[in-house]
Structure formats: structure tokens, C-alpha cells
């Protein structure tokens, strides 16, 4: 089962370094990466498995979220699902 | 590989474009509930919709988080009263809408539709109780929906059945005249209603349907208009492929939550029903979307075709995306829902009549419109009259919600409240078409009915 998260906001120093940290003390295991940012927005993409997280699915999300608000930006954790029955046949 | 660009279009469309599911519903059957004493019917039915949509709301908000994706309604809908409460001894039914008011707020769920009868080809002793009983359950319930099916293209239209619903529209009125007579927002009058629609008012559990279903509705009007704002001045085809693409995407979260509700819930799938249903959100609206189309208001010429391409388009993107396509699927033409829709009237663009020819081609019918209070039965009827002629001949479903708010005129405004909104008092032509509706009986099914 894989999880996508995704980091909207003003860029700044460690946003990556604190997510990541986040993930590693939950046993979630990254996937992939990309990331871009544009005109100072910082803007990224995980996949991650979530297979077995220490926390529940609904926990990750509300600890990402807060984890959000501390850095300023906003961070979601959505199931897969949503975007491969969105756009593949 | 899901792409960045992907996750980044459906966050958009939720975050700015007012994607959303718009209700999951869960159908129960009450069949097996019937009795002929009042208490232990209630207790029957209670004891069921607790039993059975006791997890529901909680399902809902679980995959609204899961999936990043708001889940607006979480109803019920159960078998038509009329039919499952046939053995009763009683003679009013409003105990059953207080009984069944008392269970939909035990389980969260903002609407519980079935108070309900069919009587397009004629009454039973229950089904005159029921609506009989309409008035008084719309005005001591604020969570129950009802709906009278009057017609259908198999075996014409019930004019005493009209003639009656002109009635109980106006006694349902004077009842809830407190709340600018909102009882009537909860009532439907129908001509081929459908068995498994899963939006509220008109919602009820079909007796050909399972013991217990999951509908879903989609939405989606502000995402067909932000999609048709990027191919604005392109040529009727590339129109037509846009509403479709988007229509597609939207339908496949219905279907993807359709699936899960069911799989979690263990009860069957029924039905995606591919609407697009406006609220009263700027951005979430079926006018501006006539408005990106190229019509200066809805209501200019143009109009019905412009809502024809419309609600094919959405049917033709929606299909490929779900297994299993029903209820009323099309777009909605609420005037009280829909920001645009309610401007257009207060400007004079939209009148009643340009409604009517509007509802050709829509999904349903006349909604949520508000008549002055002093309309007379017989003239609502005639209305009622009106469309159901529309959807006989047409084949198709075809409504009457309309509100005739007493004391109120013209060009006044009457406030329903939350999702239901608020509409501008439309007139209505005066002329008497009393002598016309007192004749009774029933109107024949047309020539293209016989079929066998």
C-alpha cells in the first residue's frame, strides 16, 4: 500500500530534513522523490510505502498536518488510490 | 508512476475547484419491518437504520481523510413509506416521520429521504395516508425528505394525484410559513421517479432495490467550469471533449469511494449517479458555467442547448468511469442552490417558464424554486401538470420542488437555510387553470409507451 505526500509552501531551511526524520521514526519507507521550486514556493512530491507504519494511516495524516503547521507549510498524506483510479484506465 | 503533475492537478481541483463526492447514501429496505401496530413498526424501522447505518458517517469522514477528498452528505434513504407501512392501523403517519427523524439523528445524517408514496397509476388506503400526512411530518421533522411519484411513461399520469399535490404544496407551505415555508424544499413531486437516486429530496429506496445499498453522487460544477475557462473560446467539439474528460475524472473518485464505502461497510454497490450539483458557493455553479459557455446570464436564448451539451457530455465522460451508472445523472438546475442561478433571476434573465423548457433536457426538473404565497393550488398543480407531461412524453425523470412562500411577493427573498440556500420570489402567470385540473382521472400513457 503507498501513500502520497505532498509539502506546499514558503521555502525554507530543513523542510525535507524534518519530514524525512518524521518518516524514519514511523518506519514509512520513501519510494521516490521529486521536488521543484518556483519563485520561492517550495513544492514536493513523496511516494512512500505504508505497508507498516508504526502509526495508524489516520495518525500519519494528523502528525503530518501538524508537522505542517510548525514549518509553515502544508503537508498532506493521501492513499494512492485516489490518484490512480483519477488518472489511469 | 504517479507524476508530480497528476497529484498536482487533483489537489487543484479539490482545493480551488470545489471537487468533491457529494453524498453517500445508504439505501435501506424496510419490507421486512411491517406491522400492524404503530409501536412495533417504529421500533422495527429504528432498530434497522440504527443497525445498519450506524458506521456510515464514520465510513465517510475515514476515506475523506484517507483520500485527501471532502464527502459532503452522508444520507439515508429507506422504502417508501406508503408501501412499507401498507399493514399499519393508523390514520396519520407522522409518528413514523417523527420515529424516523429520530433515527437519522441518531446515526449523524443531515437527511432521511422515502416519507413517500408512488401513485402514478392510482392510491392505495396507505399511500393517501402518507400524503395526507406530508404537512404536518414536513413541519415537526427537520431531517425528513418526501417525495410523490404522480406520472410515468408507462401508465400516464394520476391527475387526482396533481390535483391533490397542489394541495398538500400549499398546507406544507402555510405549515412552515415561520421558516419562509422551507417545509416545501423537502418535498418532491415526481413523474418517473427512479429507484435508486441518491439525492436528497427525491431520494428513496426502490422496491426492486437490495436489502441495503451504497449510492453515490457526484459533483463537480466548478471543475467543468474551470476546465471549460481554459478552452474559452475554442469551437463546440473541443467544448464537448472538455466536459467529458472532466466529467470522467470526476466520476472515477465517485467511483473509487462508491467501492471502498461498500467494501468497508460490507453491503453491495449500487449505483454512481453522474450529477452535476450546484451549492450556493461562488465557483460551484451550473449558470456560470453557461457563463464561460458564452451566454451573458442563464436564461439567454442559448440557454437550453447550452445545458443539453451540457448534461449529455457529463453522461458520456461519467459512463466509461463507473461500473454501475444510475439515479438521476445530469445536471441540476436548483434556482436556491446555484450563486448564478439566483443572480440570473434577480436580473430578469431567468423566468419560470425558460425553467420549464430548461428541464427538457435537464436531469430532473423545476427545484427550488420560490412562488409568491399566494398562488393557488390548483395553479401549482398546474405546474406540477406541466413538467410531468415533459417527462411522460420525453421519457424521462422529471420534478417539481417548488415553494410558494407565504407571505412573501414578487421580488422578495426567502431564506431556506445552509445547503438549501436562499431564492428570489419568482412570478408565476396568473391566468386560472382550475377548471382544467378539476376534471380528475388519469391522463393515458402516450402512444410510444407500448413497447411489448
Known amino acids: 500500500m503507498k501513500g502520497i505526500i505532498t509539502v506546499l509552501g514558503k521555502d525554507k531551511v530543513g523542510i525535507i530534513a524534518k519530514v524525512c526524520t518524521y518518516l524514519a521514526e514511523q518506519n514509512v519507507n520513501i519510494l521516490d522523490i521529486s521536488q521543484t521550486i518556483i519563485q520561492g514556493y517550495f513544492n514536493m512530491m513523496m511516494i512512500v510505502d505504508i505497508t507498516a507504519p508504526a502509526k495508524s494511516f489516520e495518525a500519519l495524516i494528523e502528525d503530518l498536518q501538524k508537522l505542517g503547521a510548525e514549518l509553515g507549510v502544508e503537508i498532506k498524506l493521501q492513499h494512492e488510490d485516489i490518484f490512480n483510479t483519477m488518472h489511469r484506465i | ?79 417508501p413509506i406508503s408501501i412499507a407501512a401498507g399493514g399499519l392501523k393508523t390514520d396519520s403517519y407522522v409518528p413514523v416521520a417523527e420515529m424516523l427523524e429520530k433515527a437519522a439523528k441518531e446515526i449523524g445524517v443531515n437527511f432521511i429521504g422515502g416519507f413517500s408514496a408512488l401513485v402514478h397509476k392510482g392510491f392505495t388506503e396507505g399511500d393517501r395516508k ?77 422496491v426492486g432495490e437490495p436489502e441495503c445499498v451504497i449510492n453515490v453522487g457526484v459533483s463537480g460544477p466548478g471543475v467543468v467550469k ?85 448534461n449529455d457530455n457529463v453522461k458520456k465522460g461519467g459512463v466509461m468511469a463507473s461500473s454501475y451508472v444510475g439515479g438521476l445523472s445530469g445536471a441540476f438546475i436548483p434556482v436556491s442552490e446555484d450563486h448564478g442561478m439566483i443572480q440570473a433571476v434577480q436580473k430578469g434573465a431567468l423566468t419560470l417558464e425558460k425553467l420549464e423548457a430548461m428541464t427538457c433536457v435537464c436531469s430532473v426538473g423545476l427545484d427550488m424554486i420560490a412562488i409568491p404565497g399566494d398562488t393557488s393550488a390548483a395553479t401549482i398543480s398546474g405546474i406540477i401538470a406541466d413538467e410531468a407531461a415533459i417527462g411522460m412524453v420525453n421519457n424521462k425523470t422529471t420534478a417539481v420542488r417548488i415553494i410558494p412562500v407565504i407571505g412573501k411577493g414578487v421580488g422578495e427573498i426567502a431564506e431556506f437555510g445552509g445547503l438549501l440556500g436562499y431564492a428570489p420570489v419568482m412570478p408565476v402567470n396568473g391566468f386560472s387553470c382550475a377548471s382544467f385540473i378539476d376534471r380528475g382521472g388519469r391522463i393515458p400513457a402516450p402512444i410510444h409507451s407500448f413497447k411489448n
Open chain 2, 1 to 79: 508512476m504517479i507524476t508530480l503533475g497528476e497529484v498536482q492537478e487533483t489537489n487543484k481541483m479539490i482545493r480551488e475547484m470545489n471537487l468533491d463526492v457529494r453524498t453517500i447514501t445508504m439505501g435501506i429496505s424496510l419490507m421486512d419491518c411491517a406491522h400492524s401496530d404503530l409501536q412495533v413498526f417504529n421500533r422495527n424501522i429504528y432498530d434497522k437504520i440504527t443497525r445498519l447505518a450506524e458506521k456510515l458517517v464514520k465510513t465517510g469522514e475515514d476515506l475523506e481523510r484517507q483520500f485527501g477528498i471532502p464527502i459532503i452528505n452522508k444520507r439515508v434513504s429507506v422504502t
Open chain 2, 130 to 206: 402518507l400524503i395526507e400526512s406530508i404537512p404536518e411530518a414536513l413541519s415537526v421533522t427537520e431531517r425528513i425528505c418526501a417525495s410523490v411519484n404522480i406520472g410515468s411513461s408507462r401508465s400516464g399520469i394520476n391527475m387526482d394525484a396533481v390535483k391533490l399535490m397542489g394541495g398538500i404544496v400549499k398546507k406544507t407551505a402555510e405549515l412552515t410559513a415561520d421558516r419562509d415555508s422551507a417545509g416545501c424544499s423537502k418535498l418532491v413531486i415526481f413523474c418517473n421517479a427512479v429507484e435508486d437516486n441518491p439525492f436528497m429530496a427525491g431520494a428513496f429506496h426502490g
Open chain 2, 226 to 310: 474551470r476546465a471549460l475557462e481554459e478552452v474559452k473560446t475554442s469551437d463546440f467539439e473541443t467544448l464537448c471533449e472538455t466536459i467529458k474528460r472532466t466529467a470522467f475524472k470526476v466520476t472515477r473518485v465517485g467511483q473509487l469511494v462508491a467501492q471502498e464505502t461498500s467494501k468497508r461497510l460490507g453491503v453491495p454497490f449500487g449505483i454512481v449517479d453522474l450529477s452535476l450539483a450546484p451549492t450556493p458557493e461562488i465557483g460551484d455553479s451550473i449558470a456560470e458555467i453557461f457563463q464561460v459557455m458564452g451566454l451573458e446570464e442563464a436564461g439567454a436564448p442559448g440557454t437550453t442547448a447550452a445545458l443539453a451539451i451540457l
